[in-house]
Nanobody, 124 residues
Framework: QVQLVESGGGLVQAGGSLRLSCTVSGRTFRNYSMAWFRQVPGKEREFVAGVSWSGINTVYADSVSGRFTISKDKAENTAYLQMNSLKPEDTAVFYC?????????????????WGQGTQVTVSS
């Protein structure tokens, strides 16, 4: 069974930075595409960023492009989301997701495994 555990969320002022981590356990890490989604109360979960099996290809939502960077470390079985120039509208619960498909999906249903979520709060 695959398990994903996120960490790194917290409270930060606008313009600040945070790095989220997602550690995968249970099966071979290199066979998964990884992504980060976020969700605020009353809204659907939205795609933030994704990275392919190889770690070479990435995709970003327009709202975070140029500010966030997704990466993965195969040796550590961990995916990261570096978030810079944070804005109050980035406040949400961030979820890590893993897929057995090689391509990067941008919809929740594209992913097979999910973490428990980590809160990110950006104050103005």
């Amino acid at each position: 069974q695959v398990q994903l555990v996120e960490s790194g969320g917290g409270l930060v002022q606008a313009g600040g930075s945070l790095r989220l981590s997602c550690t995968v356990s249970g099966r071979t890490f290199r066979n998964y595409s990884m992504a980060w989604f976020r969700q605020v109360p009353g809204k659907e979960r939205e795609f933030v960023a994704g990275v392919s099996w190889s770690g070479i290809n990435t995709v970003y939502a327009d709202s975070v492009s140029g500010r966030f960077t997704i990466s993965k470390d195969k040796a550590e079985n961990t995916a990261y989301l570096q978030m810079n120039s944070l804005k109050p509208e980035d406040t949400a619960v961030f979820y890590c997701a893993a897929s057995t498909e090689p391509l990067i999906g941008v919809h929740s249903e594209d992913y097979d495994y999910w973490g428990q979520g980590t809160q990110v709060t950006v104050s103005s």
